[in-house]
Nanobody
Framework: QVELVESGGAMVQPGESLRLSCLASGTVYGIYHMGWYRQAPGQQREVVAT???????NYADSVKGRFTISRDHAKTTVYLQMNGLKSEDTAVYFC?????????????WGQGTEVTVSS
């Protein structure tokens, strides 16, 4: 049984930084895609940043230059460094990992961690 456990969400002021972490607990093989998504109140879930097995990253335009996605050496933990936070970054942040499987890939989601940016 694989579970994604997120941490790092908090209430901060505009301009401050946070680092979110997401650990895959349990035995998981073949993770080829990691990502962070967020859902603001009344909004649909949107992609924030993604990281492929090859190390390629992609960011939403709204966070480019401020957020950085990375992973640990074992490739079982994904991080999201968030700098220069703005009120519009307020949301519940979810991590996602996709792993190879048969007949279809496994798609794991965390339970979400809340980020509130407010003065």
């Amino acid at each position: 049984q694989v579970e994604l456990v997120e941490s790092g969400g908090a209430m901060v002021q505009p301009g401050e930084s946070l680092r979110l972490s997401c650990l895959a607990s349990g035995t998981v093989y073949g993770i080829y895609h990691m990502g962070w998504y967020r859902q603001a109140p009344g909004q649909q879930r949107e992609v924030v940043a993604t990281l492929t097995e090859a190390g390629n990253t992609n960011y939403a335009d709204s966070v480019k230059g401020r957020f950085t996605i990375s992973r640990d050496h074992a490739k079982t933990t994904v991080y999201l460094q968030m700098n220069g936070l703005k009120s519009e970054d307020t949301a519940v942040y979810f991590c996602n990992m996709k792993a190879r499987g048969h007949p279809k890939p496994y798609d794991y989601w965390g339970q979400g961690t809340e980020v509130t940016v407010s003065s």
